[in-house]
């Protein structure tokens, strides 16, 4: 079946820039999300990429999607101490409704 | 910004119990959808609703789950008979058309359901 992974947890200096990986296994995979939770909050939806997309840009965020490799990623510049949460990437794609989601990254950005 | 809420924010139940968690989707959205987090681990889609009726179902939703959608701004989920395991946070979604369309999911800040 469906598979999302991604890497458990990164850390970075408020300023630097923050690059979160997503690897996934559907090769029918059409949509792929980036959502944000917040400490006892809900998943706030960042972004989104089509599949027959490489790159999109949104303010501070930046998604790349690998398409040959499955690999998709998320790149905040200019990490403020309030993007500190865990981001998770989802996917699914048009046979079916669900999301599926990868265990997500804890990004702790330090002062 | 409309906001998909749900209600309690933490319900404790005894094991065997039936729980009822509650959700209010965005009021133009037609697709709905319930997701569960145990502590740990991924999130899992259960469930997802359409047109009264459900649309499509993971291996997790079994004869204990059910949905309904009451009246015209509430969409529940029901556990019946609850088991130690059933004790996770539960996400409710809605978006306003299918995957076709590509109209993202929004999520609700989730019930903590404690079985005890």
């Known amino acids: 079946g469906e598979d999302v992974e991604q890497s458990l947890f990164l850390s970075v200096r408020e300023g630097d820039s923050s690059v979160i990986n997503c690897t996934y296994t559907?090769?029918?995979?059409?949509?792929l999300y980036w959502y944000k939770q917040e400490p006892g909050a809900g998943l706030q939806l960042l972004t989104y990429?089509?599949?027959?997309?490489d790159m999109k840009q949104d303010q501070r965020l930046t998604v790349l999607l690998n398409k040959k490799d499955k690999h998709l990623s998320l790149r905040i510049a200019d990490t403020q101490t309030g993007d500190s949460a865990i981001y998770f990437c989802?996917?699914?794609?048009?046979?079916?409704?669900?999301?599926?989601f990868g265990t997500g990254t804890r990004l702790l950005v330090s002062p | 910004e409309p906001e998909v809420t749900q209600t309690p924010s933490h319900q404790v139940t005894q094991m065997g119990q039936e729980v009822i968690l509650r959700c209010v989707p965005i009021?133009?959205?037609?697709?709905f959808y319930w997701y569960r987090q145990i502590l740990g681990q991924k999130v899992e889609f259960l469930v997802s609703f359409y047109n009264n009726e459900i649309s499509e179902k993971s291996e997790i939703f079994d004869d204990q789950f059910s949905v309904e959608r009451p009246d015209g701004s509430n969409f529940t989920l029901k556990i019946r008979s609850t088991k130690l395991e059933d004790s996770a946070m539960y996400f409710c979604?809605?978006?306003?058309?299918?995957?076709?369309?590509?109209?993202?999911?929004?999520f609700g800040d989730g019930t903590r359901l404690s079985i005890l």
């Open positions: 989802a996917e699914t794609n048009t046979g079916f409704q669900k999301l599926v």
């Open positions: 979604a809605s978006s306003d058309a299918g995957v076709r369309s590509n109209q993202p999911q929004h």
């Open positions: 990429i089509f599949s027959n997309m």
């Open positions: 559907d090769s029918s995979s059409t949509y």
């Open positions: 009021s133009n959205h037609l697709y």
